[in-house]
């Protein structure tokens, strides 16, 4: 039996190529740390990004990989994890790639719950083309698109992704190597389309948009880790709460040491819940991070092929297969006889 991999034996010889101070450098730790963790084979997996900073991710991971074209990531990862079912495919997109051009790609492979692990890169901006604003940024982000700061009204990744259907979904921050590194492990051992939102600092052209929530002296006011089947507290030894208001049917946070029997319990199964979590907004309340919703499913490709009279087969040669045609014979039909 060969030894276990190790977090080391994930990384390329490639240079990384990222700004100094860019948060895609700890996802990256978190994401081999891992592979090794959950026994990942480098050789059965498969990294598939857009375009953008995080899709340069397939380089710097020593497994399979693609870097394919802008939004169109989930449509290759379907054609592979089709392919091959056994392969552990993740995707790696930002807000740009996989909320504007790549919004149809993303919405179809999450209703159709393929399987495989999207990792979305959220730094509210468009780093990669010098800064211009993106769909999550914020009214009033000033940029080179938006000079005068934009006015329009910021997608929600977890919400969008929740609409889409799916069945799986996650919130981290890229710093924070013990919340990432769970639901990275969660989300890979989920049986269809896990989404993963990771809030990435852009030290260039947005440094400290998340500041209000990642700081040291703000987080525990201003984050809640959500966890199954318990209750939703934050604050300085759970001081603080959540409830659910009948009469406006929204959360309001509550003293959970004066109200505990008020404070809701986490449900991930439950989806008005995770809608609700998904949807608060600061400074009222905390962000959300964990996993927010996780029910049970089956991954698009086993129905695919539990429908499919026939598995596929390799034609052995590639070339083979691209050059091949298919004719249609049209034979003239002779009148019939009167």
């Known amino acids: 039996m060969s030894a276990q991999?190790?977090?080391k034996d994930f990384?390329?010889?490639q240079e990384v190529r990222w700004c100094p101070g860019c948060?895609?450098?700890a996802v990256l730790k978190s994401v081999t740390r891992a592979l090794a963790d959950v026994g990942a084979v480098p050789e059965k997996t498969v990294f598939v990004s857009?375009?953008?900073?995080s899709s340069r991710f397939p380089y710097y991971v020593e497994t399979y990989g693609f870097h394919t074209?802008?939004?169109?990531a989930p449509a290759i990862a379907t054609g592979l994890k089709l392919a091959n079912p056994e392969l552990d495919v993740w995707v790696v997109t930002g807000d740009g790639d996989g909320l504007s051009i790549g919004g149809n790609h993303l919405m179809h492979a999450l209703r159709r719950n393929v399987g495989f692990k999207i990792l979305l890169f959220n730094n509210e901006i468009y780093g990669l083309t010098k800064g211009q604003y993106s769909p999550t940024s914020r009214p009033g982000t000033r940029s080179p698109s938006t000079p005068s700061g934009s006015f329009d009204t910021p997608?929600?990744?977890g919400l969008f992704a929740l609409g889409s259907g799916a069945k799986f979904i996650a919130r981290a921050i890229d710093v924070d190597k013990n919340g990432l590194g769970s639901?990275?492990?969660a989300a890979h051992g989920f049986d269809g389309a896990a989404f993963v939102e990771i809030f990435q600092n852009c030290i260039v052209y947005n440094d400290g948009v998340f500041n209000a929530f990642t700081d040291r002296d703000k987080e525990t006011d201003a984050q809640i880790h959500v966890k199954h089947g318990e209750p939703l507290v934050f604050g300085e030894n759970g001081s603080k709460g959540l409830a659910f208001d009948a009469k406006t049917m929204t959360l309001r946070v509550i003293d959970a040491k004066a109200q505990p029997a008020d404070v809701l319990?986490?449900?991930?199964?439950?989806?008005?819940?995770?809608?609700l979590l998904l949807g608060m907004n600061a400074p009222e309340f905390p962000v959300a991070l964990g996993v927010v919703l996780r029910q049970p499913s089956v991954a698009f490709e086993k129905t695919y092929y539990a429908h499919q009279p026939t598995q596929m087969k390799r034609t052995g040669s590639v070339a083979k297969a691209l050059r091949q045609t298919s004719v249609w014979r049209v034979d003239e039909k002779k009148p019939a006889k009167k």
């Open 5 to 7: 991999l190790q977090p």
């Open 23 to 25: 948060g895609d450098y």
């Open 183 to 185: 639901v990275l492990e």
């Open 69 to 72: 074209i802008h939004g169109r």
């Open 155 to 157: 997608a929600s990744p």
């Open 50 to 53: 857009g375009i953008g900073c």
């Open 265 to 275: 319990v986490h449900d991930e199964t439950n989806r008005v819940l995770a809608q």
């Open 11 to 13: 990384a390329t010889s």
